[in-house]
């Protein structure tokens, strides 16, 4: 089983940065991607980035594009999310998930909190 700690949510005003980042432990090994997800009030959560672990290829939602970067440090066991350019419409709790080849993510962290204010 995997576990999945994020950290670096917070305040910021629009047009700043945040960094987030997800720290993994356990059987990190069956992961096969790693992605970041953010919910909004009221609304479902949606898909933001995410990475293949072995060879970084990355994937994102066309609002994040040129804005957010999607990284991994393997050594660390860490997922990272650079926010760039941050608009008030990105304020949500973010989470980060694992899943293995095939499969939906089904390992989640306990998220944190991004509030952008305009």
């Known amino acids: 089983q995997v576990q999945l700690v994020e950290s670096g949510g917070g305040l910021v005003q629009a047009g700043g940065s945040l960094r987030l980042s997800c720290a993994a432990s356990?059987?990190?090994?069956?992961?096969?991607?790693m992605g970041w997800f953010r919910q909004a009030p009221g609304k479902e959560r949606e898909f933001v980035a995410a990475i293949i672990w072995s060879d970084s290829t990355t994937y994102y939602t066309d609002s994040v594009k040129g804005r957010f970067t999607i990284s991994r440090d393997a050594a660390k066991n860490t997922l990272y999310l650079q926010m760039n350019s941050l608009k008030p419409g990105d304020t949500a709790v973010y989470y980060c998930?694992?899943?293995?080849?095939?499969?939906?993510?089904?390992?989640w962290g306990q998220g944190t909190q991004v509030t952008v204010s305009s």
């Open positions: 998930a694992a899943r293995g080849p095939g499969r939906a993510y089904d390992t």
């Open positions: 356990g059987r990190t090994f069956s992961s096969y991607a």
